[in-house]
C-alpha cells in the first residue's frame, strides 16, 4: 500500500523537477521531500528519480509510477467523497486562459466532473485580462490564466514557464524584413510581450493575422503566416521554437496561476485548485 503523502509529494517532485521547489510549493523542508522519497521508492523497490547537479527527472519505472500515482488518489479523493456524507453540491463558475485547452486541463475537469457530480461547473474561456476582470467583478469563482513572472498578486502559482517565438519550421525570414507577428486581438499579455521586445530591440515588425483564439493563431503559424508568441512547454509537436534561428528578441518568462473569489464557496474552489496542483501544467498528448 503506497502512502497518499508520498505519492503527493512525488507527483509534485515530478512537475517541477526539482526537490527544492516541491518543498517550497508543498509548504514542507527539502530534507523532508527527500526523505519521503527515499521511503517511497524503498516501498517500491525499483529507482523512480534520478539525480544529478543538474536536474532531477523521472526514470522509466518514475514515468509508471506518476501514472499509479494520479489513479490511486484520485480513488482516494472519490471513496473520501462518498463516504463522508457531505458531498459537496452547489456551482461553481470557472475561467481558463484559452491555450490552457491544449494542456491536460480538460482531463482534469473531466475527472473532477466525475468525482463531484454534484457540482454544477461552469466554464469560461478567455484571454487572462478578461478572465481576471471578470473574477474581480465576481462573476467568477476561480480562473487559470498566465501573468508575468513575479507579478504581485493574490494568486497561486502552479507552474512557471517560458515565452519564445514559435513558427512553422519551413518559414523562411529575410534579414532585416519587418516580423510578421500573428498576435491576439488587444488586451493581450503575449502580444504586448511580443510588439515591447521587438520595439525595444529596434525590430520592425507588422500584424500579418489578429486573433481572438488560440486554434486561430495555431492555424495562422500552421499556414506559415508568421511568427507567434507562446509558452516554450505548449507548442504543439509540428510547430518549432524560431527565437534563435530569426535572431529575436528573448521575451521573458510567465506564471501560471489560479486566482479565487474571496466570497465564493471554499470547499468547491479548494477542490478544483487541488485537482489542477496535483497535475500541473503539461501539452496534452
Known sequence: MY???LLKTFLVVAETHSFTNAALRLGISQPTVSQQMSKLEKAAGRMLIARDTR????????DAMAG???????AHAAAESYFSGSAMRGRLRFGAAD???ITQLPRILRHFRQLYPQINLELTVNQSGPLRRRLEGGHL????VKQGAGEASDSTRVAKDSMVWMAQEKMTLDEGAPVPLIAYQAPSLS???AIDALESAGRTWRITCNTRDVNGMLAAVRAGMGVAVFPHSLIPSDLVKVSNRFALPELGDVDYVLMANPSAAREPVQA?????MSRGVSRAA
Open 3 to 5: 502512502d497518499p503523502v
Open 272 to 276: 478544483l485548485m487541488s485537482a489542477i
Open 141 to 144: 469563482d476561480l480562473i487559470f
Open 191 to 193: 502580444r504586448q510581450l
Open 55 to 62: 536536474e532531477v527527472r523521472l526514470t522509466d519505472n518514475g
Open 68 to 74: 499509479f500515482a494520479r489513479t490511486i488518489l484520485a
Open 99 to 101: 491555450d490552457l485547452a
